[in-house]
Each structure stands twice: as structure tokens, then as C-alpha cells.
């Protein structure tokens, strides 16, 4: 049986209002949650930026579910401080965090003031970090001098249940990479092939651990609406990694996103709004060998998705998970 879960997006909701969508999403019938750490949203349109690690406190402790973040040690975090804050959270939710670390955007690191590494440099410095992240986790005293520096540093309090560090990844190569390292793999959606080979590399890689799918989702009463929305709220998010790991504001993503033609929007975004058809296209992703899938309705009202999620959505794409044979 898959997991079926609701993506949380701090860059297009207020925390407030977003803690509330959580808690509605395990009303409705969610299993499981996730939402991404980002310091800027992807656009001025978009708006809003919350602290996901306050945020996730509040989360976990005011429903049952469990969550998993996307983050960046290295830079803008010393991964002795995503180390202690792992630890916290998986000491007062056990079993129910995990944390994928990646190798980090320009527009979420550049405040530090230091130069932004090239791709390289930032896959070395991450997997620097994932082994200071996984000793501190194992109680050990840490000093390591490369592309991150650390000195004495300890976790003290930790948890009992290491949470699961996973490996994010868009393409078949990264997530070649990271299956040395990772306790499971979470990408974003693709056309199916393009999804096949990123499942087929980890796996073939020596990937382990559960692979965690994130689906976005235009829903609305009709093509119309639903493509109103996303063409709005996303079409800054269709930047090549080539491009998007280096721009460093919304205002630079908003402006090439001006060159992006509409109809480029739904190769991205699942625009629907018949639930049937919806459910049949989550599920072929899914089939890819998947063993969670995230919905992130991409607009920032997220009352009428919720309700639909709850009356047809999620009962459908359960039905068509299973049939359809769900994960690999």
C-alpha cells in the first residue's frame, strides 16, 4: 500500500494558516507530510517563507503525523546545528521525522555572504556533512576540517530512533550519488520514464530504504481555474537545476520565469479537475516503484483541495494505487 501524503509549502502559505492545512490533512486522511526549508520563496508572487524546523515542532506535536523536511546543510546551517536539531525532533517523535539532505539553492544560502561552490564543490560539501550529521546522531565527539569545518562539536540529547537522513534527487545521476549514504530517496514528479531511471539508478546504485515521491497539483472546478492557478503560483518553478541552483531572489526567478510559454506549465504541474483521471495519472507515477507519494496543490488556498481530497481524491488514487500495483 502506498502512503499518501500532503506536502506543506512554507514558501506560499503563512505558518499559521499552513499549521491549520496540516492538521486538516490528517483529518481528511493523509498518512504522512513533508514540507521544504527555504530562507525566499521561488517567487514575489508566492510570498512567504517560514522556519520549517519552529514549524515542524508545532506540527508534529498537534497531530499524528509523521513529516519528513528537505534541507541544506553546509552553508547557510552548520551541520553540527541540523544534527542537533534532527536529534530534537526525533527524540520528543520517534519514528515519526525524517530529513532529507541536499545540496542547497543560491537563493536560500547566499545570505551568508560566502561564495556559492560550484555543483562539485557542493556535492563533496555535502557528503561531508552527511558523515558529521551521522556521527553526531551516533553520540560521537566531532572535529573534521574540509569544505565544512568542525570543531569538539556533540549532540547531547539524543533520540532513540536515529531518523532516516534521505537522499533528495532529480536526476539519474544524483541519485546514483546518494546511494551510498541514504536511507531512502525523494524526488519530484517527472514524465514516467525520466522516473523509472532515477528509481532504477538508486536501486541499482545499492539505494535502500523507502522511495518518497512529491507530486504537484493544480486542482480546481474546472481546466480553467486549476490552470489559473498554476501558471500563477509555479511557473517560476520550472527553471533546469542549471539554472535555478544559481539565481539568487524571487525577483531573478520571477523575471526568467517570464520566458517560460503557459503550456510548459502542465509538464510540470498536474492540472485537474476530474478526480477519476487524477487518480489514474498519480497512480502510474506511483507504479514507478514508490512507496510514499506527497501532493502539494500548488495554489495558496488550500480549503477546496483538502475537502476534495478528503470526499474522492484520496479514496480514489488508494483504490488505483492498489490496483495498479502501487510501489515496486
Not at 539532505?101 to 560550484?118: C, F, I, Q, Y
Request: glycine letters at 10%; hydrophobic letters at 45%; a negative charge.
Amino acid at each position: 500500500m502506498v502512503s499518501l501524503g500532503f506536502h506543506a509549502s512554507h514558501e506560499q502559505i503563512p505558518p499559521g494558516p499552513l499549521l491549520r492545512a496540516a492538521r486538516r490533512a490528517e483529518e481528511v486522511g493523509f498518512d504522512v507530510a513533508m514540507c521544504s526549508d527555504h530562507l525566499a520563496p521561488w517567487s514575489v508572487r508566492q510570498g512567504e517563507s517560514g522556519h520549517s524546523w519552529s514549524w515542524l515542532g508545532a506540527a508534529l506535536a498537534t497531530t499524528g503525523l509523521p513529516f519528513g523536511v528537505v534541507t541544506a546543510p553546509g552553508q547557510r546551517y552548520h551541520p553540527a546545528v541540523v544534527a542537533q536539531a534532527v536529534a530534537t525532533l526525533g527524540s520528543m517523535f520517534p519514528g515519526r521525522f525524517w530529513a532529507a539532505l541536499g545540496s542547497g539553492e543560491a537563493m536560500n544560502e547566499h545570505v551568508t555572504g560566502d561564495r556559492w561552490p560550484t555543483k562539485a564543490e557542493r556535492d563533496e560539501r555535502l557528503r561531508e556533512c552527511v558523515g558529521v550529521i551521522r556521527a553526531l546522531l551516533a553520540g560521537e565527539e566531532v572535529t573534521h576540517h574540509g569544505h565544512v569545518t568542525v570543531d569538539r562539536a556533540r549532540v547531547w540529547s539524543l533520540p532513540d530512533v536515529v531518523p532516516r537522513l534521505v537522499g533528495p534527487a532529480v536526476t539519474p545521476a544524483t541519485a546514483r550519488r546518494h546511494a551510498d549514504w541514504a536511507d531512502g530517496l525523494v524526488t519530484v514528479n517527472q514524465p514516467v520514464e525520466a522516473l523509472r531511471r532515477v528509481v532504477g539508478e538508486y536501486r541499482d546504485a545499492g539505494g535502500r530504504g523507502p522511495l518518497a515521491l512529491q507530486v504537484h497539483v493544480a486542482w480546481g472546478d474546472d481546466d480553467e481555474a486549476a490552470f489559473a492557478v498554476a501558471h500563477d503560483q509555479w511557473r517560476s518553478n520550472l527553471l533546469p537545476p542549471s539554472v535555478s541552483w544559481h539565481l539568487e531572489t524571487p525577483e531573478q526567478f520571477d523575471a526568467v520565469a517570464d520566458l517560460v510559454r503557459p503550456e510548459e506549465v502542465r509538464g510540470t504541474v498536474l492540472v485537474e479537475h476530474d478526480a477519476q483521471r487524477f487518480a489514474d495519472r498519480v497512480a502510474e507515477l506511483a507504479a514507478c516503484g514508490f512507496d510514499e507519494v506527497y501532493l502539494h496543490h500548488v495554489g495558496q488556498q488550500q480549503d477546496a483541495f483538502l475537502d476534495a481530497a478528503g470526499e474522492t481524491l484520496l479514496p480514489l488514487l488508494r483504490s488505483a494505487t492498489t490496483t495498479g500495483g502501487g510501489a515496486a
